[in-house]
């Protein structure tokens, strides 16, 4: 069983930035692909971007390409998620997920285990 916490959340201006991180804890996420998703209200959970196992993989949808970065560090057992150029429609909970496919994943149903999600308010 792999747990995840995010945090880093909260309110910022468009235009903005915030870096969210992801503490896992029960095993290593070393072997595991893992990936940001989020849920704006009213919609369904939408894939954001997500990194292989050994970080030489990354993926990003279209919406946040060139202003969000994914990134981890195994040996602290931790994915980061760095937004810049925030705007209002990123607002969503955000969720850290990780997925047996250690290559990384942009479906949200190849993920195992999900963390409980932290909010992030683009305000305009």
């Known amino acids: 069983q792999v747990q995840l916490v995010e945090s880093g959340g909260g309110l910022v201006q468009a235009g903005g930035s915030l870096r969210l991180s992801c503490a896992a804890s029960?095993?290593?996420?070393?072997?595991?692909?893992m990936g940001w998703l989020r849920q704006a209200p009213g919609k369904g959970r939408e894939f954001v971007a997500t990194?292989?196992?050994?970080?030489?993989?990354?993926d990003y949808a279209d919406t946040v390409k060139g202003r969000f970065t994914i990134f981890r560090d195994n040996a602290k057992n931790t994915v980061y998620l760095q937004m810049n150029s925030l705007k209002p429609e990123d607002t969503a909970i955000y969720y850290c997920?990780?997925?047996?496919?250690?290559?990384?994943?942009?479906?949200?149903?190849?993920?195992?285990?999900w963390g409980p999600g932290t909010q992030v308010t683009v305000s305009s």
């Open positions: 997920a990780a997925t047996s496919d250690s290559g990384g994943s942009d479906r949200p149903r190849d993920y195992n285990y």
């Open positions: 990194i292989s196992w050994s970080s030489t993989t990354t």
């Open positions: 029960g095993r290593s996420i070393g072997g595991y692909g």
